[in-house]
């Protein structure tokens, strides 16, 4: 199993850009997550999807929208790149628990370096 | 507001000695805590999950506690090695809402030197 991969790994983008990461994830599993992480500001949510064609706001999603039109996939788009948004993004995945000894745990990508100029 | 916090001042130590990283939660009321490792350059990866009713977990040579009084989690490693050194995270799920919604503190970082 791959587990979750992430594409692009690294990309630069001039102001104004759009650009989509795409996410995906072979372990079957329902919820999906969109994070950035950004020096001393620790992982900070974006967007996420609880299940196929289902996604909600996360802490910070303002300049993003994603989509997850399969259950393997997760989407995150930027219309319009803005320096503000140069980061590292990672993507999660996890199992639906019901509590049970794995309640909750995230499995993570390698991450995407984006930087906009 | 909700808050995790976690010492941002790097940890460093010898090799053999015990590492303890703590992590301070307010205004959570948790069924859980998780730990997590992130080396440099990649994805933050899962340790430990202990429960509220859990006052201890171990795994090999790693030990956390849970004291829901004091709102707070220590994340213990023995006979620390270099191999060790990385950013350790806590994470929280919501106090209410979907369960597998984490929020995650801002790590520390450890360092083991020989």
């Known amino acids: 199993n791959a587990g979750v991969t992430q594409t692009p790994k690294f990309r630069v983008l001039k102001t104004g850009q759009s650009m989509t990461l795409l996410c995906a994830q072979d372990?079957?599993?329902?919820?999906m997550y969109w994070y950035r992480q950004d020096p001393g500001m620790g992982l900070r949510l974006i967007h996420y999807s609880v299940g196929e064609g289902t996604t909600a706001k996360g802490e910070v999603p303002d300049g993003y929208n994603v989509s997850r039109l399969k259950k393997q996939n997760f989407l995150l788009g930027l219309e319009s790149a803005a320096p503000s948004q140069t980061s590292v993004y990672f993507c999660a995945s996890s199992p639906v628990s019901g509590g049970g000894p794995g309640a909750g745990t995230q499995y993570f990508g390698p991450g995407t370096r984006l930087l906009v100029l | 507001s909700q808050k995790i916090e976690q010492n941002s001042e790097a940890l460093n130590i010898q090799e053999g000695k015990t590492a303890t990283l703590t992590c301070n939660y307010t205004n959570y009321s948790p069924a859980y805590l998780q730990w997590y490792r992130q080396d440099p350059g990649r994805g933050p990866v899962f340790l430990l999950l202990?429960?509220?009713?859990?006052k201890e977990k171990r795994k090999e040579r790693l030990k956390v506690t849970f004291d829901t009084t004091l709102k707070q989690s220590l994340f213990h490693i023995t006979a620390s090695q270099p191999a060790d050194s990385a950013t350790y995270l806590c994470a929280l799920p919501p106090n209410t809402g979907t369960a597998s919604k984490l929020t995650f503190g801002t790590g520390t970082r450890l360092q083991v030197t020989l």
């Open positions: 202990i429960r509220e009713n859990e």
């Open positions: 372990m079957n599993h329902e919820y």
